[in-house]
């Protein structure tokens, strides 16, 4: 099949939500003066409470980094879910969509209940703080459950996407490659070591950078389309 390079509003609309989310994610985490980590503990408290409201307004910052990358994947699809791509590109973004606003919520808890808990243990003693953290520990588990099948999520789909980003040349194959292992290697982190939280973290960077090279790369070469769509 003849493709031909499509570069126009579209792409330039979509490469930049790509930046723009990787802007306000990391951001959102470089700037963060407290980050909590695997669960909320009874010292998160502390910590947030020296500085609470510098640490509503970055988190909302990361979190409106998470909902940018779904409109960027939105607009990716509206770019690219054609005829052959569809089979692939269709499921791959909703899956990554699927999983970027499942972490959206997740972190939306932990910002909810790390600036309300601030209040409601102000003043309190330690076996006071630590009785609160108890109270709430099933919703935790939930909580760290999204965020783990939240990562899986975004794994699947990313193979997925690589995988037609490789057989149909939509992209520079290198940048579907690191899509490919990209999304493996956040599935196999997650599944396949159990105690993953800290391994996983230079994941978050690595999607940030993922983000960053779609972007320039929508805003600086487009995508290649069906001819007949073009």
């Not at 509206?78 to 499921?91: D, G, H, N």
């Amino acid at each position: 099949m003849t493709n031909i390079m499509k570069k126009d509003f579209e792409t330039n609309f979509t490469g930049w939500a790509f930046i723009i989310a990787a802007l306000l994610l990391w951001l959102g985490w470089a700037l963060s003066p407290h980050h909590i980590g695997e669960y909320i503990v009874a010292s998160d408290f502390e910590a947030i409470g020296e500085s609470v409201w510098t640490w509503i307004w970055i988190y909302r910052i990361h979190i409106f980094g998470w909902v940018t990358m779904g409109i960027a994947l939105f607009a990716l699809v509206s770019v690219t879910a054609r005829k052959p791509y569809r089979v692939m590109i269709l499921p791959g973004a909703g899956m990554v969509i699927i999983g970027t606003f499942t972490l959206a919520i997740a972190n939306a808890y932990f910002y909810n209940f790390g600036a309300w808990g601030v209040g409601q243990t102000a003043g309190k003693s330690a076996a006071e703080i630590q009785a609160f953290v108890n109270d709430i520990l099933y919703t935790n588990q939930y909580v760290t459950c999204f965020i783990r099948f939240g990562r899986v999520f975004s794994g699947v789909g990313l193979v997925l996407l690589g995988a037609a980003f490789i057989k149909w040349n939509i992209i520079s194959k290198w940048l579907g490659w690191f899509t490919l292992i990209l999304g493996f290697a956040a599935m196999a982190i997650i599944m396949g070591i159990p105690d993953n939280y800290e391994i996983y973290k230079p994941m978050f960077h690595v999607k940030v950078v993922w983000l960053i090279l779609m972007g320039v790369t929508f805003l600086t070469k487009g995508v290649n389309l069906p001819k007949a769509d073009g």
